[in-house]
């Protein structure tokens, strides 16, 4: 079913991206919007790095992440409170937190993610993302 939801919202969000005429394609032949296209990694970074979860990336920015922002407004992810702009550990979505924001709790940190699909994937291998925060 998460498969599924995934897949939907991916049709959703290139289509949405297609019709404004804003993709181009990198080396990769992946598609981006011009302004992320610069913080799109190649397959081999993503495989050496591996900090964020890559297909969540793409959905989380589309559904959950702002837009209009500076770099200097992002909150680091460990000192973000509801109302801040910071980043989700697991995505690497830029988004505003907010009441609902899933909070989660690791070594002795609380901190949110931008959503509850990424709070599960933070939940399953907290080793891998925690290292973001």
Request: glycine residues 6%.
């Amino acid at each position: 079913m998460k498969t599924l939801l995934y897949c939907a919202l991916c049709c959703l969000f290139l289509m949405a991206c297609n019709s404004q005429g804003e993709m181009q394609a990198n080396n990769e032949g992946h598609s981006c919007t011009a302004k992320c296209v610069t913080s799109c990694s190649s397959k081999a970074d993503r495989e050496e790095n591996d900090k964020f979860d890559f297909a969540m990336s793409s959905v989380c920015q589309a559904s959950c992440g702002v837009s209009d922002y500076d770099d200097s407004d992002i909150v680091g992810i460990a000192e973000a409170k509801v109302g801040d702009i910071t980043m989700c550990p697991v995505s690497g979505a830029i988004y505003m937190v907010k009441e609902s924001s899933p909070v989660l709790k690791h070594n002795g940190d609380t901190f949110y993610s931008c959503c509850a699909g990424c709070a599960d994937k933070f939940k399953e291998d907290p080793a891998r993302f925690y290292k973001n925060v």
